[in-house]
Every structure is written in structure tokens, then in C-alpha cells.
């Protein structure tokens, strides 16, 4: 899913949004992806997933309920911001330099991975799964 520009403030406030493929969003402006209130993304492809958010500064780009089910795995190309929960079923990389930001709990389940070797912040976490590299930074 690719999704070149203009604001969505405002317009994805409810429902799911199963991705399939690599998900990327990026234009001149900030808010291009900009899920709020009740809105729930699903990366569940079956081959390797990247996600791209050009703009992820706060009150930018950010997916509201992010949700990995993914299990040929899926990896960060830029910094990712989640504004409230980020749930790991399945294998999630982030590489060195990157940073995920959850304003919410940050779950791994028991069949989850991620492998991180950047920096992964939350304001919880329950860590149930497999954690190679640096553990997530929770209060």
C-alpha cells in the first residue's frame, strides 16, 4: 500500500486496514498517514514487509493500533511512531538507527520476535515473545 500525499487528520478514525504488501506513506506534507481514535492496521502479508513513514515526528504520521501478524517478518525502513498500541504476533526487525515509538503498550506475544538493533520506546510493555538484540525501553 502505497500513499503518496494529502492529509488523512481526521479520516481514519475507525475500522481495519489489512496490508498485504510493503506499506508507504510519504508526501510534502505530515499528517499523509494519520490514524486516530478507534483505527486498527494489520501488516499480514506472506512474503518479507517493510514499513516507510516519511514524516513520524509527533503529531505526524503515526498508526494508531499497529499490528503485526506477518510471519516471513517485517522490517522498519525509516523511525515508526505508533500513538497508542503496537501488538507483535509474528517477526518484526527494526535495524540500527531506527527508533519505534509507542505512545501505548507495546505487546510481543509468545509467538512474536523482534529483532532490534535500534531502539524500541514504550510507555508499557508485556514481552512474551523472543527479544534478539536490545530489549524495548519501558517504565
Same mark, same amino acid.
Given at each position: ?8 487528520? #481526521? ?5 481495519? *486496514? &489489512? %496490508?498485504?504488501?510493503? +506499506?508507504?506513506?510519504?508526501? !510534502?506534507?505530515?499528517? @499523509? ?39 516471513? #517478518? ?5 523511525? *515508526? &511512531? %505508533?500513538?497508542?498500541? +503496537?501488538?507483535?504476533?509474528? !517477526?518484526?526487525?527494526? @535495524? ?44
Amino acid at each position: 500500500m502505497t500513499h503518496p500525499g494529502g492529509s488523512t487528520s #481526521g479520516l481514519l478514525t475507525d475500522g481495519v *486496514l &489489512r %496490508v498485504a504488501g510493503n +506499506f508507504t506513506s510519504w508526501s !510534502s506534507g505530515g499528517e @499523509n498517514f494519520a490514524a486516530t481514535g478507534n483505527h486498527r492496521t494489520i501488516l499480514d502479508g506472506t512474503a518479507a514487509q517493510t514499513i516507510d513513514t516519511y514524516f513520524n515526528g509527533a503529531g505526524q504520521s503515526r498508526f494508531w493500533d499497529l499490528e503485526i501478524q506477518n510471519v516471513a #517478518g517485517v522490517a522498519m525502513v525509516r523511525n *515508526l &511512531r %505508533v500513538s497508542n498500541d +503496537f501488538d507483535i504476533a509474528a !517477526s518484526f526487525t527494526v @535495524n540500527a538507527g531506527l527508533t519505534a515509538t509507542v505512545s501505548g503498550t507495546f505487546t510481543l506475544q509468545v509467538a512474536g520476535t523482534l529483532n532490534n538493533s535500534g531502539t524500541v520506546t514504550a510507555a508499557a510493555c508485556s514481552l512474551l515473545g523472543t527479544v534478539n538484540g536490545t530489549a524495548p525501553i519501558c517504565p
